[in-house]
């Protein structure tokens, strides 16, 4: 049973360890600790759903709210151990500490092994928000026994230590955290942190508050808590290396983490490689000349000696592209930095690319799309060919908006063409039709059209231009084509048309309607 004396401080007659001042900064300096750890649980659980499931806004939207409800309840809930704030706090701090640095590790691990992880998103949402809820209740507590001042001051105290500790974490977790440690380590220490924090305040500054009893379960408890922590940092490599065998396979050959999204290769090391971004295929090595011949050489019959590429940062759209002898300049923009260095270096994706990267005629700018094309040249491309994914798995949206459509249809020159890649018109035909009616609404005239023989078994592409909507049809004097296009280009577009939606709003920045 837990220790029902009250706690006493400084102003009680059993003194603490230090003065009343430095009693009161040392509670204000674990508030800070813990709000920064608080902080870094959220960001890292919406950062890693963000990842497995896609879909940044909604899974930002259901961690948030999810955890804001719980530290409502967490806050009534530790209403009840505020007559034993000492130890209710140190065990609160160890849980805590347990749950939310072991939440990437779960988190991941169910991703990995059942291929859901929606569930533990939002069990572990509620566990970490009840537990961060209960923590400014007891601290006020803890805080009023170090030093008796005015309440009206404390609270204010309490608050602005806990706001300037959201700032750090929230500022430490992408500067700091995930380029120097990564989602899992990064989580496992900022939870040692939470733990040293709390044992430290429980045990050294309220010591005298505990029964002997609750001093010696407390640091057992928070000795077991930093050794799980610590056995798990140890193991997070092992434990990666395991969980993208269950995703990817025995056949791993290259896993890096860039800026923007996981990069994994997988394949025998003398064949082509096959490429997951966050953990969906986008190039299967053997036929992804069929998916990228589709979206690229539809657009080019016509003018097209100046080619904008958004997206394609493995280098197989460019590499379509520079097919065309009489191509001048192909402009890859917006790619992910960290796969196009995997692209010019990597032998299999190198070779599967046809080496593009080392073409004078093409140029690779690491800009935003949206802010290249608002100051780009009037007419300053033939073709624009956007390879980006699904807008459904964007996690940003705002290259499928009316405004980005507006932007590239000033930099079509006269007689230009636009190919979107669009998602699959059979299992998200809304999303599909949402694009075109965010194409025609930017003065676009489309030829949507769909291909079931591409890596995904199901391609949507729509092919626009200002003034009329294109022909599908191959150039004249198109490359030798290795999938068989030209014969299924025939019933592409019927393909599409079967399952359109009308009656659909076009999408824009402040009302994004894909989903």
Known sequence: MIDQRQPSSSTDGVPLPVGPDVGRFLVLAVVFVCAACGLVYELELVALASYLIGDSVTQASVVLSVMVFAMGVGSLLAKRLRCRAAVGFGVLESVLALIGGSSAMVLYAAFAWTGG?????????????????????????????????????????????????????????????LPWLGELTGALVTGAVNAVAGAVLVLWLFRRDLAPHWRRRLLLLNAAVLALLGLAAVLAGDFEAAARRAVYGD??????????????????????????????????????????????????????????????????????????????????????????ELARTDPGLAGLNGRVYGDPRLEVVQEDPFSRLRLAEPRAYDVIVSDLPDPAAAAD?????????????????????????????????????????????????????RDRSAPGGDRGFLLAAPDAAPPLALPKGAPPLRSGLRERLSGAAPAAERTRLSGLEPSTLVRPRYR
Not at 154 to 172: C, K, P
Not at 254 to 269: D, I, K, N
Not at 421 to 444: D, I, Q, Y
């Open 117 to 177: 992880s929606r569930v533990v998103l939002v069990v572990f949402s509620l566990a970490i928000g009840v537990l961060i809820g209960a923590e400014i209740p007891l601290l006020m507590s803890l805080i009023q026994r170090a030093s008796r001042r005015d309440a009206e001051g404390t609270v204010a105290d309490l608050f602005a230590a806990d706001y300037v500790g959201a700032l750090v974490g929230g500022l430490a977790f992408p500067f700091l955290l």
């Open 251 to 340: 056949e791993v050959r290259v896993a890096v983490r860039t800026e923007a999204q996981e990069v994994v290769l997988t394949g025998p090391p003398s064949g082509p490689p096959d490429l997951f971004l966050d953990g969906r295929l986008t190039v299967r090595g053997r036929d992804a000349h069929r998916y990228h011949e589709a979206l690229v050489h539809p657009a080019m019959d016509g003018p097209h000696a100046r080619v904008l590429v958004l997206g394609g940062g493995d280098g197989l759209a460019a590499r379509e592209v520079l097919r065309y002898r009489d191509v001048r300049s192909v402009t890859v923009l917006g790619a992910d930095p960290g796969l196009v």
């Open 397 to 449: 949206t705002k290259v499928y908006s009316l405004e980005f459509y507006g932007l590239a249809r000033r930099a079509l020159a006269p007689g230009g063409r636009i190919v979107v890649h669009a998602g699959p018109p059979g299992t998200r035909p809304r999303n599909f039709w949402t694009v075109e009616a965010t194409l025609t609404a930017a003065g676009f005239a489309t030829t949507p059209y």
